[in-house]
């Protein structure tokens, strides 16, 4: 290994090593992210979903913002999408949430909100070199789990 070179290097994964662009106002998204609670008995329209989406994701940033002490906290999505479905089964005592759902649906959120993932120019060959030179490379990064394991 070079002796000029640094032997670990530590990158995020958005707006470093790829662009993503994501729209998560698009009607076309909710709708069919309601259309998947309908399949499993949670009865949603797509402006309704979006509606209490929103309203959980507030309560859950004000949750944290004061207690915390930051600014803009990450809300686990996950566990908000959980919320959505147990707040839809209160109207029906016959619905069970699957196994999994919240991580699901944040993965289908997210492909589905999703207008490109590219990575930066060059960006392959970099870290191939880095790897030949014997470098240790780390992903380290605030992103939600469900979106980074597919998008990795």
């Not at 000029?4 to 993503?20: A, H, P, Q, S």
């Not at 859950?60 to 906290?73: I, N, S, T």
């Not at 589905?112 to 030179?133: D, G, H, I, W």
Request: a positive charge.
């Amino acid at each position: 290994m070079n002796n000029n070179v640094y032997k670990n290097y530590i990158f995020d994964f958005y707006g470093t090593l790829v662009d993503i662009l994501t729209d998560e106002k698009d009607p076309t998204l909710w709708d069919k992210l309601a259309q998947l609670y309908q399949a499993y008995g949670a009865y949603y329209k797509g402006k309704a979903l979006k509606k209490a989406y929103a309203k959980r994701v507030g309560q859950a940033r004000k949750d944290l913002v004061a207690p915390k002490g930051v600014a803009y906290p990450e809300i686990d999505l996950a566990h908000i999408f959980n919320q959505l479905y147990e707040d839809a089964s209160l109207q029906s005592s016959r619905l069970h949430q699957p196994e999994g759902w919240g991580q699901l649906i944040a993965m289908v959120f997210r492909i589905l909100s999703r207008k490109y993932l590219m990575a930066y120019p060059r960006t392959k060959e970099v870290l191939a070199f880095l790897k030949e030179q014997g470098c240790r490379l780390y992903l380290l990064s605030n992103a939600q789990a469900a979106f980074t394991n597919a998008e990795d």
